[in-house]
């Protein structure tokens, strides 16, 4: 008596991936800056949250009710505070575009002068001054600004710190990854609790 075999069952041929399947992908890297821009009512709630801690030991030491009054003042002063809040999305640009804005703004003989007296091996790569701004602007997604000079009479009117805000976030993605961690075990976890499948 003769068995036959099965032929050995045939892999399926991987699909082929192609630079347009990998292009199409691509996400350059988004950050969310909310911005409070009335500084004095941010500045005013911390003050008025410990006024508000006295008043209270102030009140049951003494049977008395001026709390009351800075509560209210202090919900005014966060609603004042919270109506100034902006929100800025900002996008990475591409390579191309950073190296080509970068070469636009190159750094000042001052600046290379001062890199070289702080004991630095490296001239500073752009002329922070002019560069900042442009970054900012190139990679603000919304809102948009409807004209170069109405972007730079906001830049000029922002202090040190809401500067700072803004460059910072604009540097960080344009040099952030996409590396990811291991999924989520909480996720998991959570979806498993539900009868979920789980991927």
Known sequence: MTTSRKPPA????????????????????????????????????DNLDQLLERAQRHDEANGTETARDVAKHLQEVEAQAEASRVRFTLEAVTHRAYQTLRAEYPPTKEQIEAAAARGGNEEPAFDPDTFAPALVEAQLAEPKPETPEEFAAFWNDLSDGQLGQLWQAAISIQFQTGELGPPSQAAADILRSFGMATS
């Open 10 to 45: 045939r892999r399926a041929a991987k699909p082929t991936t192609t630079f347009a399947d990998i292009r199409a992908k691509i996400q350059r890297p988004r950050r969310i800056v909310d911005m409070v821009l009335d500084a004095e009512a941010a500045a005013e709630i």
